[in-house]
């Protein structure tokens, strides 16, 4: 069922070109697999300049890597995702000699977390923890582990079958991890290089024939290119080799302007997938460049910018928000990060991104608070946006206080991926309990909305930020949603959401707070204490917040750290009923003492007429 809810979904996307693309896919597809039937191999491997591959040189890598995680590794663990690893191998081996085309996804609890652990990233770690101190007590160790472990992970998945051939994105990712084990394995006999050479081979082989191209230009198109660089560089000396790095530098010089936007900022509008794909960037960059394959010296001022767009969200303790999906995917492995450039350190401000659609004010008091009026992601499907229009997040000394509740999981729980990417779980208003777009499939919206030229200017000490949005233009009764966010005296936000349109609708206003946050009624204000880290909220006029926090029915209430865990959390609700024009709701954000009401009054008024003379 969700299959054909998918490719109908897909269908309404698609150009007459990609579906030709597609079509040679499918047709490819069967092709390969009645060779593989009959035995028979769809693929010659040359044979590679052992010489060449020596002189290549490796990409810098920034490791973070513990010895005790190295020594946790040794003993067993895996990247699983957060699920169980038993339940991951069972089902990988059910599937091991099923050709890829034949495997239902629906078979698999989340087919995310089966890839993890094929990524072989945990090879990297160890290898490039220890490879070059031959002195480590873990040296021999870790050399016979990952020579083990490279060579099972091969054997036990023959070309094409099984789960990890699924996605092309999946085999680009390993490719440097294989290179990687051929520059660093110093055990290696004749036949296992060229094993490992050929495996490399076949995946870029696999890649160049199915990349993600039209709707699906995104962040696996990045992966896909970098496992055709790595590949083509060990492969240099054959028609086919030539033909990968010059197909892969030239998507990621058509894609460099396709994902990262102007100001830097993400046309998935995901700050975690933006990381990724940065990082895979980076690491391109600097294998092409070091061993003279390609000049990037076109390519590295707007990853520059997108290092600057990232910097500005994060706060004193280098954490951002969870904004858009993120599945915790590392370009290189967890703890290990490539050769970025420098950014310059970010001073307390307000920072305006008008192309990816944030506002970003860090202050003196170690306050750090975003503005979401960007789009809704990457057309034309949209994947990992989430409707979060206008919402906002806060957080002080490092510690999160108002949060975008994350991701939780992509596949096997439907109910939980649709909250998590909807509006109820952001800090903005929701319409009629709908979301701002329409959810087709987990990965595909349809009627995204649009939001309006944002407004940002300076006033007698204050910073004024308007936007607004569409989503429920849609309604038969339509409506418009319109938030105003003052910031005053270096420490207070007040912010405004009204609303033009018509007839009469139910309007819910939520702000979620981090499982680790407690909130307590005091002199009218809300307190929001994290670990004795403070900041006090209130509506004013009559309305007042209600504290709903795990709730099941609806869902509301719920927070995720990281991939695959959700944890309960705090949200303040407060829902009115009637005409757009005859609701709006007025927050106070005090991060440092309260303001007193009348002064709030007061301050509301200047407020309102900044509203309408803007």
């Known amino acids: ?22 079509l040679k896919h499918t047709l490819r597809t069967r092709r390969l697999g009645h ?57 990988e081996k059910k599937c091991q000699g099923v050709f890829f085309s034949d495997i239902e996804q629906e078979f698999f609890p989340d087919i995310r977390a089966v890839w993890e652990p094929a990524r072989l990233q945990h090879i990297t770690i160890l290898l490039t923890r220890v490879a070059y101190n031959s002195k480590s007590p873990d040296f021999d160790k870790v050399q016979r582990f990952s ?51 050929h495996t490399i081979y076949l995946h870029a082989w696999w890649i160049s024939r199915r990349l993600s191209l039209y709707s699906s230009l995104g962040n696996h198109t990045i992966a896909e290119c970098v ?80 290092e600057d767009f990232l910097k500005a969200f994060q706060d004193t303790g280098g954490n951002m928000p969870s904004i858009g999906d993120s599945d915790d995917g590392c370009a290189i492995a967890p703890g290990i990060a490539p050769g970025r450039a420098k950014t310059n350190p970010s001073k307390p401000g307000c920072k305006v991104f008008k192309q990816s659609g944030y506002a970003v004010i860090t202050t003196e008091n170690q306050v750090a608070f975003t503005f979401d009026h960007g789009p809704l992601g990457m057309p ?37 991926r649709k909250y998590f990417k909807g509006t109820r779980a952001h800090n903005t208003v929701t319409i009629d309990g709908l979301d701002q777009a329409v959810q087709e499939t987990g990965f595909i919206w349809s009627k995204p909305f649009r939001t309006e030229p944002v407004t940002c200017q300076k006033e007698k000490g204050a910073l004024f930020i308007e936007a607004m949005h569409n989503g429920y233009a849609r309604l038969e009764d339509s ?45 009218g204000f809300w307190l929001i204490d994290n670990q004795e880290v403070k900041i006090l909220l209130r509506l004013l006029y009559e309305d007042d917040f209600v504290v709903i926090r795990g709730q099941k029915e609806p869902l509301l209430g ?20 009637g005409m757009p024009l005859e609701i709006s709701f007025v927050t106070a954000i005090c991060t440092e003492s309260p303001l007193k009401v009348e002064s709030l009054h007061e301050r509301l008024m200047q407020f309102e007429e900044q509203v309408k003379n803007p």
């Not at 999946?170 to 290179?179: H, K, N, Q, S, T």
């Not at 108002?402 to 729980?413: A, E, H, I, S």
């Not at 695959?564 to 009115?576: A, D, E, Q, S």
């Open 147 to 197: 020579k083990r472990a490279v060579l099972q992970w091969i054997n036990e998945n023959p070309f094409l079958f099984g789960p990890h051939y699924m996605s092309a994105m999946e085999c680009g990712l390993r490719i440097p991890v294989f290179f990687y084990c051929l520059k660093l394995l110093n055990s290696l006999s004749l036949q296992e290089y060229r094993m490992i050479l």
């Open 380 to 416: 034309p499907l949209y994947n990992h946006g989430h409707a979060d229009a206008l919402a906002i997040t806060l957080t002080r000394e490092a510690r999160q206080m108002l949060v975008d509740p994350g991701t939780y999981r992509y596949n096997g729980v439907s109910e939980w």
């Open 227 to 306: 496992g055709l660089i790595f590949a083509g560089a060990l492969f240099n000396n054959t028609q086919e080799g030539n033909k990968w790095i010059k197909r892969g530098t030239n998507l990621l010089e058509k894609e460099l302007e396709h994902q990262i936007l102007e100001d830097g900022g993400s046309a998935e509008q995901s700050l975690n997938y933006h990381r990724f794909v940065l990082d895979l960037y980076w690491l391109s960059v600097d294998f092409l460049e070091k061993n003279s394959l390609y000049d990037c010296s076109d390519i590295r001022p707007r990853l520059l910018r997108g």
């Open 558 to 577: 719920w927070y995720s750290p990281s991939y695959g865990i959700k944890r309960k959390c705090g949200v303040l609700n407060c829902t009115k009923r």
């Open 1 to 22: 069922m969700r299959n054909k809810k998918f490719f109908i979904a897909r269908l309404k996307h698609v150009s007459l070109p990609e579906v030709i693309y597609r």
């Open 35 to 91: 060779l593989l039937e009959r035995n028979s191999s769809p693929v010659t491997v040359p044979e590679a300049d052992f010489y060449q591959i020596d002189r290549l040189r490796l990409p810098d890598l920034n490791s973070a890597i513990s010895q005790d995680h190295v020594g946790q590794i040794l003993d067993g663990k895996v990247f699983n995702l957060n699920t169980d690893s038993l339940a991951l191998k069972a089902c």
């Open 479 to 523: 409506v418009w949603h319109k938030r105003a966010v003052l910031f005053l005296d270096g420490t207070n936000f007040i912010i405004k959401d009204s609303f033009k349109g018509k007839g009469v609708h139910d309007f819910e206003l939520n702000y979620h707070l981090h499982p680790d946050a407690v909130a307590s009624k005091t002199n």
